[in-house]
């Protein structure tokens, strides 16, 4: 059901037909629900939209709200539903683990969880073999920068600005967004570098990054030899030689920044820092918790696209399609460094997670998901480059396969981040048209857009008419 405008612009966009239909809401009035939510719910759980959606039902890359209103959901729950919202595969094969059996702890052995690691290892290059399961992407990062520290009997860890990593005590320390900062000790050995951000940082020009869309800035390269490689890797030495002793226990870095808006980095620049880090006795961890699974459209793993294998890797978010698991993935040798004591973790591998995860990686693969994201992604990031270059405010588009940012600005020239309240009105356009999107960035002013890894040509069509539509009513409001 279309919301007609009082602007002049009309939007041409219409949305694909689905022929699925929701069930009847049948739960609270909408008022109550918000009267739960006011006193009932922790309220650093901050919701979006001014006039926030009660959903009530998931079809694919389809959302239903309480009063039947459809959505195209270009965030998926936070970068996690990578199948497909109630994907009949994975909802067929976590029932039957239910009528099973829901639970019980890895003391013991069940077929699930020995059938998962199996499956998921053979997904990894050698010698990442050996897998400890989790609950959250926090837990997976917490628990790898434990094992760098035991393996490697030093203590600094170097994660890159812009990053997150999670919000537990540890992990806040290499989460480096001053949003997610809380004011009490936390992180300590934790430093963080420079961010190579061939868009908004120092360097970097139209060549740089492994991207179907180059940013607009000028490129003073020449073939084979990046410069703004080469002056983010010497701010990386700085930061080693100056902050930090000289061994150190790790690196961790996304292969693609996801809550800083898709940030890319200069091609190579991850190879060299690996190998200086792999110098100072430090191991290498790659956070996939947001890239992997086939996301970025050319690889299944984010790393695999720099060309590097990580000493450790870790796994959330799509991993489950939106149940609650997590892993960290890594060599023999490493993980007996964590055998020397006991570590346990309660819930981590029960059999109703492995059951989804592995209903996961068969749905990647019967339904050509990654092959998907890459087609339907480099569609995406093309048809967002030509409003790139018709609208002033739309400074940066990046990405690989399903993993996009659209960064906002004031103009392209100062690169200035546009507005919140601006960025605000233009997003929730988009919603009252039917598109949901995510934001990011340090100043929230990066559109994101991750969808469920099943979309298609059709929905980016639709999708990229709205928010074109949006941009036009922002000049109209101007």
């Known amino acids: 059901r279309q919301q007609k405008w009082k602007s002049s612009v009309s939007t041409q966009a219409k949305m694909p037909p689905c022929d699925f239909v929701p069930e009847k809401y049948e739960s609270y009035p909408y008022e109550h629900m918000q009267k739960i939510r006011e006193q009932n719910i922790a309220p650093s759980l901050r919701m979006h939209y001014k ?12 959302l239903f709200d309480h009063e039947g209103r459809r959505y195209l959901d270009l965030f998926a729950g936070i970068v996690t539903v990578s199948v497909g919202h109630c994907h009949p595969k994975v909802t067929m094969a976590t029932q039957k683990q239910l009528a099973r059996l829901w639970h ?15 499956k998921l290892t053979s997904l990894f290059p050698d010698p990442l073999k050996v897998v400890y399961l989790t609950n959250s992407g926090s837990e997976a990062n917490d628990l790898a920068m434990f094992m760098a520290r035991l393996h490697t009997r030093n203590f600094d860890i170097i994660a890159l600005r812009g990053g997150y990593h999670g919000g537990s005590p540890y992990t806040l320390g290499v ?14 050995g934790c430093t963080a570098t420079m961010l190579p951000d061939v868009f908004r940082g120092p360097w970097g020009g139209s060549h740089c990054r492994d991207s179907p869309v180059q940013t607009v800035r000028k490129c003073s390269c020449t073939e084979g030899a990046c410069l703004a490689k080469d002056q983010y890797i010497e701010q990386f030495k700085d930061t080693l030689n100056t902050s930090v002793p000289k061994t150190v226990a790790g690196f961790i870095a ?3 920044q996801g809550v800083n808006g898709a940030v890319q980095y200069p091609r190579n620049f991850l190879k060299e820092a690996y190998q200086l880090i792999r110098e100072r006795g430090g191991l290498c961890i790659s956070d996939e918790v947001q890239a992997g699974f086939g996301r970025t459209g050319s690889h299944f793993w984010g790393f695999q696209t720099h060309g590097v ?3 450790i890797v870790t796994l959330a978010k799509g991993i489950g399609n939106g149940f609650p698991m997590a892993a960290v993935v890594t060599t023999k040798e490493i993980a007996n460094s964590l055998a020397q004591n006991l570590h346990f973790n309660t819930f981590g591998g029960n059999p109703l997670a492995c059951v989804a995860g592995a209903a996961v990686l068969d749905a990647i693969e019967e339904d050509s998901l990654q092959k998907n994201s890459e087609d339907v992604g480099t569609y995406m990031l093309l048809e967002l480059a030509k409003l790139r270059d018709k609208f002033e405010i739309v400074g940066d588009v990046r990405g690989k396969g399903l993993m996009i940012g659209v960064e906002m600005v004031t103009d392209k020239d100062s690169r200035c981040p546009l507005p ?34 099943c979309i298609t040509k059709r929905d980016v069509d639709f999708a990229v008419e709205v928010f074109r ?10």
């Open 51 to 62: 006039k926030p959606l009660l959903l009530h039902q998931g079809h694919m890359q389809w």
């Open 104 to 118: 019980t702890a890895n003391i013991y052995m069940y077929p699930p969880i020995h059938e998962y690691a199996e």
């Open 175 to 188: 989460t480096s967004l001053t949003p997610y900062k809380h004011g009490v000790a936390n992180g300590f």
């Open 254 to 256: 996304e292969p693609i």
């Open 309 to 311: 294998v990580p000493d």
């Open 420 to 453: 919140a309240e601006e960025i605000s009105q233009i997003w929730e356009d988009c919603k009252d048209m039917g598109v949901l999107i995510g934001r990011g960035g340090l100043y929230s002013q990066t559109f994101r857009i991750k969808p469920p890894m």
């Open 469 to 478: 539509t949006a941009l036009q009513r922002h000049i109209e409001r101007a």
